[in-house]
């Protein structure tokens, strides 16, 4: 039974291109979370997804960002117009119910030049 | 600011020593979490408390959640170069959307030989 699988594990983009990560959640997880890790900082939450809804993205960057779960495939991340401060690590979580802890993936590291 | 205070922030103690740290807030969660991170790595569960005044161990890992459910501590015993890692916390808040956690910034353990 496979972990949660994100890709790519690292990701270099100009400043201005665009990024987008990829999470498959584990295999019966139908909850989908983003977060992003900066130096020095925990984790920070960005969204919450279920299958073809986004339930709470309260921690998204108004522009520029975005998250999608479409009813077949990975959930994606997408960054457009990538700036300096984008770079950090971004992790994807999924659980089955919600509830009680989640199952990380092993990150995208994004480094904007 | 975080709504988690993690303390202390780093911990480097020599192999079969004992060691605690703390995570801390003005805040009550429904649940708390802990996790273990390795570098480039994701977080790991470790355990999910959820009633104030739990104790829960983990082998060599002993964890309480506060009677308030404000605060939590994290206690090894006997600590091994295996347990070196950053140990985060994370905490529901019964405001947030069902499965959203915040994170504290973690504390960074080295356990040498």
Not at chain 2, 12 to 33: A, D, K, P, R
Request: glycine share 10%; hydrophobic share 35%.
């Amino acid at each position: 039974n496979a972990g949660v699988m994100q890709n790519p594990r690292h990701l270099v983009r100009r400043r201005g291109q665009e990024a987008r990560l990829r999470c498959s959640p584990m295999k019966g997880h139908s909850h989908v979370y983003w977060y992003r890790q900066l130096p020095e900082e925990g984790l920070k939450f960005m969204v919450y997804l279920q299958k073809e809804n986004i339930i709470d993205e309260s921690g998204m960057p108004k522009e520029r960002f975005s998250a999608e779960f479409p009813k077949e495939g990975p959930s994606i991340l997408r960054i457009q117009q990538v700036v300096r401060g984008d770079s950090a690590a971004y992790f994807c979580a999924s659980s089955p119910d919600g509830s009680y802890g989640y199952t990380f993936g092993s990150g995208t590291r994004l480094t904007v030049v | 600011t975080q709504l988690l205070e993690q303390s202390p922030q780093f911990l480097s103690i020599q192999e079969g020593e004992n060691l605690t740290v703390y995570c801390n807030s003005s805040s009550v969660f429904s649940s708390l979490q802990w996790y273990r991170q390795e570098p480039g790595e994701g977080p790991v569960l470790l355990v999910t408390v959820v009633t104030g005044g739990e104790v829960k161990k983990l082998k060599r890992l002993t964890f309480q959640f506060g009677d308030a459910r404000k605060d939590s501590s994290l206690h090894i015993t006997a600590a091994q170069p295996g347990d070196t890692g950053l140990y985060l916390c994370a905490g529901a808040m019964t405001t947030d959307s069902w499965g959203k956690f915040q994170f504290g910034a973690g504390t960074q353990v080295v356990v040498t030989p």
